[in-house]
């Protein structure tokens, strides 16, 4: 059932629209005045307005023009807005429409003729956002856009993504940094045929759990010293979506808490208030660390894990999967290319050993920067030789040359071990048996290499 907002300072009039569309399936409320209608439209979304063209203080044209500029970030600045008018006036119809009206009524149109122009407004946006959605999906090369690659891994992910997109069950995705965790849930967005939209929030990136719990659950009007309007947060945006939270593991226990009451209940309410809002949200999470180890440690709680953990995607590094580093490279130079406006280069044999021979320390969003680093280097030339990915700092000696920094004075044995030792740690997002891997060694000797060397990581709790 459409919800209409219908604004306009006549009570009498208001009410009786209100009731007549009521009788042909809307579900209309009323704003008296132009400054209580932009109080409503940031509390609450619609899908069409009405709007009076004269009113006191502010007149419907202004307010137009102030949706339609995005002057209030809470309000769609595409939202259908038909303007109501009690005088037939062409030079106030071309105004409105200007401004960006999608219609124009007089007061006086019969009800049959209103209920026409707001199914008209309605199908237009519908068809806009459809249009809108299929950009998107030409955009895309292959089923699941930039997700590129033919390594066995890749292919079982792509099987994930299929299998669990239409359920709606929670997904918690793990993997290194740069593996293409967002690009994974984009895709399980995609797959989902979800109406809503994909937001994402990262819980890294923002300074303090207050700004965090704004971003994610929205505030109300003077919540805290800044809180000077209310604002929806990630979460009421995403309703009908799917809601991408990076980074969960760096998120407080009182976040963890309030995240896994709208798992539960599909229910939150935003700072500073008291009403429950509902959602319908398709939660997607991601973390490069061990929230299992986390969680044994107490930094992260046992229920919220198993909640999000519902079905588990484990992307592998780049170093795990080197089948996909060809067609990978190959996707990022012709991107880069287009971007600049240059030809496309291709790497020669030689080229693309020294490609494949590399650890990627950074996955895949490194391999990206390395692919637009010689887009630009290239000058004109069709070759990628040795020479060019050398000069990237990429080759035989490349991986030893990020692990030690040889002074004039030469390096112990000791030191040499203790830098391969925490390089391999890192690599592996700080996980032992991970980094006994990469070395080669047994988890029992990287244990004891860990304690001789006093090596100790702020989210890895095992030796503190």
């Avoid at 809470?74 to 005088?87: A, C, F, G, N, R």
């Avoid at 996980?431 to 990469?438: I, P, V």
Wanted: hydrophobic share 40%.
């Amino acid at each position: 059932m459409p919800t209409i907002l219908i604004i306009e300072d006549d009570p009498v009039f208001a009410r009786r629209l209100a009731r007549n569309l009521g009788l042909d399936g809307f579900m209309a409320e009323v704003a008296e005045g132009s400054e209580a209608g932009l109080r409503m439209l940031t509390r609450k979304s619609y899908d069409a307005v009405l709007c009076d063209v004269k009113m006191p203080g502010m007149g419907g044209l202004d307010l137009l023009s102030h949706v339609r500029r995005g002057e209030e970030r809470e309000v769609d600045p595409d939202l259908p807005i038909v303007m109501l008018t009690s005088v037939t006036s062409v030079e106030t119809a071309v105004d409105a429409m200007q401004r960006g009206a999608s219609d124009y009524l007089t007061k006086d149109a019969g009800r049959p003729e209103i209920v026409v122009r707001l199914n008209r407004a309605l199908g237009a946006r519908r068809m806009a956002d459809e249009n809108r959605r299929l950009r998107e999906a030409v955009e895309r090369t292959g089923e699941f856009g930039e997700l590129v690659g033919d390594s066995v891994e890749i292919s079982r992910i792509k099987d994930d993504i299929r299998e669990v997109a239409p359920t709606g069950a929670s997904v918690l995705i793990t993997g290194e940094t740069g593996v293409g965790k967002e690009l994974v849930a984009r895709a399980i967005h995609r797959e989902s045929g979800r109406s809503g939209d994909f937001v994402d929030i990262n819980g890294a990136m923002l300074p303090d759990d207050t700004m965090l719990q704004s971003e994610l659950f929205g505030h109300e009007r003077g919540a805290f010293t800044d809180a000077k309007t209310m604002r929806k947060g990630k979460l009421e945006l995403a309703d009908g979506g799917t809601l991408f939270i990076d980074e969960v593991g760096d998120v407080s226990r009182d976040v963890q808490a309030k995240l896994l009451r709208v798992l539960e209940t599909m229910t939150f309410t935003r700072v500073g208030g008291g009403k429950p809002i509902e959602v319908d949200v398709r939660i997607v999470a991601a973390t490069n660390s061990d929230l299992m180890e986390d969680v044994k440690v107490g930094g992260f709680r046992d229920d919220l894990y198993y909640r999000l953990n519902v079905f588990p995607v484990d992307i592998p590094p780049l170093r795990r999967r080197r089948a996909d580093i060809d067609p990978l490279a190959r996707a990022f130079l012709r991107n880069a290319a287009a971007r600049s406006g240059r030809p496309v280069p291709e790497p020669d044999e030689g080229a693309m050993q020294l490609l494949h021979g590399y650890n990627w320390p950074g996955n895949i969003r490194e391999l990206r920067n390395i692919c637009e680093r010689l887009v630009i280097r290239a000058r004109g030339g069709s070759v990628i030789n040795e020479e060019d990915i050398r000069n990237c700092g990429i080759g035989e000696t490349a991986d030893v040359e990020r692990i030690v920094n040889f002074p004039d004075t030469g390096i112990s044995i000791d030191d040499l071990e203790r830098k391969l030792v925490i390089e391999a740690l890192r690599r592996s997002n700080w996980r032992q048996t991970e980094a006994a891997r990469l070395l080669g060694i047994s988890t029992d000797r990287m244990n004891n290499r860990v304690k001789k060397y006093g090596i100790t990581h702020r989210k890895w709790r095992v030796n503190k």
